[in-house]
């Protein structure tokens, strides 16, 4: 996520890379926890060849925001046949 530091009204860019094998045409963003204190817009989604790459940009609408909440992104891992969870942020 950046940059940093920022005012109300400034833009936020965050950028979430999913890489791995499989059908990459089925994977959804990573879910952000909430977005309140934030006016967001639709992600941009490239793919390439194993990867599929999100880029949002978040704007506080206030000073009081101080951090981007926390991603989630679940799959499915075929070698030890079992759901998975990657969480990162909060993103401050």
Do not use: W
């Not at 949002?56 to 969870?85: C, G, H, L």
């Amino acid at each position: 996520a950046g940059p940093r530091k920022v005012k109300a009204g400034d833009p936020v860019t965050v950028r979430m890379d999913i890489n791995g094998k499989g059908n990459l045409n089925t994977v959804l963003i990573p879910k952000i926890e909430t977005f309140d204190g934030f006016r967001v817009y639709e992600a941009q989604v490239k793919t390439g060849e194993n990867t599929k790459n999100f880029t949002q940009v978040f704007i506080p609408e206030s000073a009081d925001v101080k951090q981007i909440p926390k991603a989630t992104f679940n799959y499915f891992d075929p070698a030890k046949k079992i759901y998975r969870t990657i969480t990162r942020g909060p993103y401050r």
